[in-house]
């Protein structure tokens, strides 16, 4: 919990100061006359997103079902990577609804993701006299790494201005186990083991905080977490040995909009190009 908290403050001290570089360049071009941009933007645009994820483990189990021996199993999460590139699609449709726009923006790519747990095993056996044995302990390391594909709705929030919003997004995963370790305890046979399938489908939810970099350029850290699995329905976590484990994403993805292909110097555009471009980078 604690490296989630520090993640999330991390990212809200990189978006205030970049948000305060782009002010400060802002401002000096202005005041010195810099050139202004006239390019006629596209609604869809490069998207790539990085960071982190993390395993939250299911609570610590004490087995004493069996008439041999007692058990206590503790789960630990560990500190993978992933690395994500796509494309954005943003909504510049006009609408009447009095709600507003139902999405503002679709994105989707492929996605590279690895995930690490830690499970321990003490073990103590029952002696004839009815007492435990000196406890025998053992231990797993065991990481993941899955080849997949996402897609994602998103909603805007928009603060003030339009340049910084909040970004909620529903969405939907799958991957495909492409890399792994071999799963063994260092001593003994898990307790009750059990493994995902090598492949996961889930639907998602994630929550942003983004800002505008300039025109047509977006940077959003997000976290991302399951909330239903569909492949081994329902369950959102992955199971590993003994323990479940929930798996969680923080990152920073970045959004960058083509440019319209230009039919002579002049060209900039219809007028109709022109004001869908303004509606969507004003966030209206």
Known sequence: MKFILFLLSFCLVLTYYSQSVYK??????????????????????LMIEAGLTNTFPSKSQNVTDDISYEAQIKAKGGIGFFLGLGLAHFNVKKTTSRIGRIYHYFDYGIQFST??????????????????????????????????????????FYLGKGNRFVDFA???DAGYQMLTNPATY?????YNAHFSPY?????????????RLKRGSYLIPFVQAPVLGLYEFPF????????????????IKWIRLFSKRKNGCTDNGTEEDRKRNQEFLQGQ
């Open 24 to 45: 400060n360049k802002k401002s000096k071009k202005d005041y010195f006359g810099g050139a202004k941009d006239y390019r006629v933007l596209s609604n869809k645009g």
């Open 115 to 156: 995930y690490h747990i830690n499970e321990a095993t003490e073990i103590r056996n029952k002696l004839n006299d009815g007492t435990l044995s000196t406890p025998i302990n053992s231990q797993a390391k065991f990481y993941q790494g899955y080849l997949g594909a996402r897609f994602s709705l998103h909603h805007l």
């Open 170 to 172: 529903p969405g939907i």
């Open 186 to 190: 260092s001593t003994f046979t898990a």
């Open 199 to 211: 492949t996961k489908v889930q639907l998602h939810l994630s929550i942003g905080f983004g800002f």
């Open 236 to 251: 959102q976590a992955l199971h590993w040995f003994s323990s479940k484990y929930y798996p969680v994403q923080i990152g």
